[in-house]
């Protein structure tokens, strides 16, 4: 079915789309750039530094990413901790996780008002397609790392919620409830 990419908007929990594994994008399909763009134009209005294709509504294995320099951090890589400008990720996969899993305080742009901290490992490897289709491996630290972890959790139908402390997820359980029961009326 071709979409029409300037329909897309950003859903938010509890929409089905977000807990469903998304599928493979066939690589070198040419509505991808397309889709692609809108979806870097709604991450960068919105204030993401991240953003999947079920986010937009799409089960498909795609993200895009904007990870600007952490403020006050000075080792600045290798690896990197931040893209240079937005990235497209197709049929990305994760390996190489390194490092004690480190808890940082995560938002999602599916989860408007939720606020949680997350542990997951400071140093991970992605391999994925870019929109020439082009196979492409990096390690990363950092914000950019986590930003990886928590996209391709969104192609797994993952999301912060299931990740997050317990405290968390009690200090956000009426935003929560709030978000099920706007979806409801
Ligand atoms: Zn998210």
Redesign the pocket.
Known sequence: MPVDPSNLAIVHYPADVLRRKAKPVEIGSADLSAIADQMIRLMRSAE?I???AP?VGLSIRLFVADVPPESGRTDQGPPPSATTGPVVYLNPVLSGHQGAPEPYE??????PDIRGDVLRPPTVTITAYDLQGRQFTTQATGLLARCWQ??V??LDGV??LDRMTQMSRLRNRSAIRDLERSARL
């Open positions: 993401g991240g953003l999947a986010q995560e938002g999602c742009l599916s989860l928590h996209e959790d969104h999301l912060i």
